[in-house]
C-alpha cells in the first residue's frame, strides 16, 4: 500500500506481535504462515490503523489454525499489544459502535447510533504514540459524562462537553493540529477533535454537503 514505506517486518510490527502472541498462546505445534500486509492507512496517525491490522490477524490465524477460541479470549491476547485492540476485535465481530472504558478492555455497545458523516483529515504528519505519552503532563483527570444518545446533533453537544487528553501533549510536538481544527469548525463541522494520540483530526456534519 501507499504508506507501507518504513513499516517494521520484524518484531516492532503489531501484526507480527499478534501472530506470535496467539503462537505462544496455543498449546501445540503451529504451520508456518505468510502474512500480506496492504497499508492503506497513514502511519502513526491515531486511528487505530496498526491496531485493526492486529486484530484482523488474531481473527484470521484463530481460524486458519482452528485455535478455536472465543472473542474475550482473542480480546484478552491483544489488550496486551494495545488497548485498541479490543474494540477493534468486538467492532468488527459486531458491527456496531462501542463506548470504552477502562484501558480500552470494558466495552459497552450504543444502541441505536444514527449514520451521519464523518471527515477524516490527515496532513501526512507521524505522531508516534509513545511520545505523546512521554509529553503528556497531566494524568488524573475527570471521568468523563456518560455517553448520549440521540440525532447527530445532540450527539455533538454531548461530544462538545468532553475532551482529548492527549491533544496539548499532542500539540507540543505538532502545532498544526490546531489549524487542522480551526479550519473544519469554520467549514461547519458540528463537532471536530484530534482522533486518539493524533495527528488525525474528524469532523462530524449534519450532511454531506
Request: aromatic content about 4%.
Amino acid at each position: 500500500g501507499r504508506f507501507a514505506q518504513g513499516i517494521p517486518l520484524d518484531s516492532g510490527n503489531l501484526v507480527v506481535k499478534a501472530r506470535d502472541a496467539l503462537r505462544s498462546h496455543a498449546d501445540r505445534a503451529l504451520t508456518p504462515v505468510s502474512i500480506h500486509l496492504e497499508k492503506n492507512l497513514p502511519v502513526a496517525s491515531g486511528i487505530g490503523g496498526g491496531s485493526s491490522d492486529a486484530a484482523a490477524t488474531l481473527l484470521a490465524l484463530n481460524e486458519i489454525w482452528r485455535l478455536n477460541l472465543d472473542l474475550d479470549t482473542l480480546a484478552e491476547l491483544g489488550l496486551k499489544l494495545g488497548a485498541d485492540l479490543p474494540m477493534c476485535l468486538h467492532g468488527a465481530a459486531l458491527g456496531a459502535p462501542l463506548v470504552a472504558r477502562g484501558i480500552g478492555e470494558q466495552l459497552t455497545a450504543i444502541p441505536q447510533m444514527p449514520s451521519f458523516p464523518i471527515l477524516l483529515v490527515n496532513d501526512g504528519t507521524a505522531v508516534a504514540t509513545p511520545d505523546v505519552f512521554r509529553a503528556l503532563t497531566k494524568r488524573d483527570n475527570q471521568q468523563l459524562p456518560a455517553p448520549a444518545h440521540g440525532d447527530v446533533e445532540s450527539i455533538c453537544t454531548y461530544l462538545g462537553s468532553t475532551r482529548n487528553d492527549l491533544l496539548h501533549a499532542a500539540l507540543a510536538l505538532a502545532p498544526q493540529i490546531n489549524g487542522k481544527l480551526d479550519l473544519l469548525r469554520a467549514h461547519g463541522a458540528l463537532y471536530a477533535q484530534m482522533s486518539g494520540s493524533g495527528a488525525t483530526c474528524f469532523a462530524i456534519f449534519k450532511d454531506q454537503q
